[in-house]
């Protein structure tokens, strides 16, 4: 099993980057698939959330109107579009994809964001 991020990087306030997460080794079109994000001494905190189809979002509310989050099952790819980014948004941006039908739970290493004039 592999989930692996990219995209990360520096931008500036008010700019935008779209991270990506590539799975494989399993069933990518039957879990449910997840970003998180974990500031430097602060806990890991859900960013955004859809489901295994497609066709429901569940956002943070600190992020609800910038980010959006999509997944091409064909590509067994999730993306992260991230607009709007502000200097609170800088922290290490984890993609998870899980099921409840096994229990199952992966994690990628993660990516880097840091918003910063």
């Known amino acids: 099993v592999q989930v692996v991020e990219s995209g990360g990087g520096l931008v500036q306030p008010g700019g935008s980057l779209r991270l990506s997460c590539a799975a494989s080794?399993?069933?990518?079109?039957?879990?449910?698939m997840s970003w998180y994000r974990q500031a430097p001494g602060k806990e890991r905190e859900l960013v955004a959330f859809?489901?295994?189809?497609?066709?429901?979002?569940n956002y943070a509310d600190s992020v609800k109107g910038r980010f959006t989050i999509s997944r091409d099952n064909a590509k067994n790819t999730v993306y992260l579009q991230m607009n709007s980014l502000k200097p609170e948004d800088t922290a290490v941006y984890y993609c998870k994809a899980h099921s409840t039908l096994p229990p199952r739970a992966y994690w990628g290493q993660g990516t880097q964001v840091t918003v910063s004039s």
């Open positions: 080794g399993f069933t990518f079109s039957r879990y449910g």
């Open positions: 859809i489901r295994s189809a497609g066709d429901s979002t």
